[in-house]
C-alpha cells in the first residue's frame, strides 16, 4: 500500500474537502497512481495546477507516487518567479483563444469584446467542448471541474466568479490578458474578425439617428451585423478600461 502526503497551496483548497484543506494529510494511493491521478482524485483539475513538488522536486503529472512521498502542489503564480523550476505544462499556447462551456455565455461574449477569439453555444457538450479544443488549441473556460479532468483537456481554468464581468476581470488576472487584448475587433455575436466601413455604405443597414450621429463603423462579413461606438460600446469600453487599470 502507498500512502502519501498532500499540502495543497493558495486557492487550489478551494477544491479540498474541508478536513484537508491548508494542511497535510496523508492519503493511501492507488495502485500505480500518478501526481495527476491523485490531485485529480482528490477534487482538484489539473488545468488549475501549475506546479507540483514531490519531496521538494519539481516533477511532471506522470510521476508515479511512492510510499512516504511528500507531495506539493501549488496554483499558478502571481507573485513568485517559478521560472527555474520545471513546470508541469512546458508549453504556453502561442494564440490565447477560449472555448467556453454551455454556462458562460455572458462571459464569452465579453471576451470577444475584448478581442479573444471565443467559441460558445449553448448546446455544446462535454465532449464536443474537448474535442474542440484539443483541435485548435483552445482554453477551456468552465465552472464544471469534471469537464477539467477529462484526459486530452490541457489548457483550462476553473471560473470563479459568478457575474460575467467580475469572471472578465479574473480571466485577465489569471491569464494576464491586458496586453494582448484588442478590444472591438470580433464580432460579439459570430467572433468573426471586424473591419472598418466607409458611413457611404452603411446607410440604410443602420437606423437614421445612428447615422447621424457616428462616423465609425465596423461591419461583420459573417452575420452582416454593423457596429459603431454607442452607448453599448462605451459602457463596455469603461468595463475594460477599469479591468485593465486593475491589472
Ligand atoms: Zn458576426
Not at 490541457?154 to 487584448?181: I, K, P, W
Not at 437606423?207 to 453599448?232: K, L
Request: net charge neutral; with cysteine.
Amino acid at each position: 500500500m502507498v500512502t502519501a502526503t498532500f499540502r495543497f497551496y493558495e486557492e487550489l483548497n478551494d477544491f479540498l474537502a474541508p478536513g484537508q484543506r491548508r494542511n497535510e494529510f496523508a492519503c493511501s494511493c492507488a495502485r500505480a497512481a500518478t501526481t495527476k491521478h491523485m490531485i485529480e482524485a482528490l477534487g482538484v483539475p489539473h488545468t488549475e495546477v501549475e506546479l507540483v513538488l514531490v519531496n521538494g522536486e519539481s516533477v511532471g503529472f506522470d510521476r508515479l507516487l511512492k510510499d512516504g512521498d511528500r507531495v506539493a502542489v501549488f496554483p499558478r503564480f502571481e507573485m513568485l518567479d517559478i521560472t527555474p523550476l520545471l513546470r508541469v505544462r512546458d508549453y504556453p499556447l502561442r494564440v490565447t483563444r477560449f472555448i467556453a462551456d454551455a454556462h458562460l455565455g455572458g462571459l464569452a461574449h465579453l471576451l470577444r469584446m475584448a478581442g479573444f477569439d471565443t467559441l460558445y453555444d449553448n448546446n455544446f457538450q462535454d465532449r464536443e467542448i474537448e474535442v474542440i479544443a484539443a483541435r485548435d488549441q483552445r482554453i477551456v473556460l468552465t465552472r464544471d471541474r469534471e469537464l477539467l479532468k477529462r484526459r486530452s483537456i490541457t489548457h483550462g481554468c476553473y471560473v470563479r466568479a459568478l457575474r460575467s464581468t467580475q469572471q472578465l476581470g479574473e480571466m485577465f488576472n489569471r491569464l494576464d490578458l491586458g496586453r494582448s487584448a484588442r478590444p472591438f475587433t470580433l464580432c460579439l455575436e459570430c467572433n468573426t474578425p471586424l473591419r472598418a466601413i466607409d458611413k457611404a455604405q452603411v446607410q440604410l443597414r443602420v437606423p437614421p439617428d445612428v447615422r447621424e450621429r457616428f462616423e465609425r463603423f465596423s461591419t461583420c462579413d459573417a452575420c452582416e451585423r454593423v457596429f459603431w461606438e454607442g452607448s453599448h460600446w462605451r459602457r463596455m469600453r469603461a468595463l475594460l478600461d477599469e479591468i485593465m487599470a486593475e491589472g
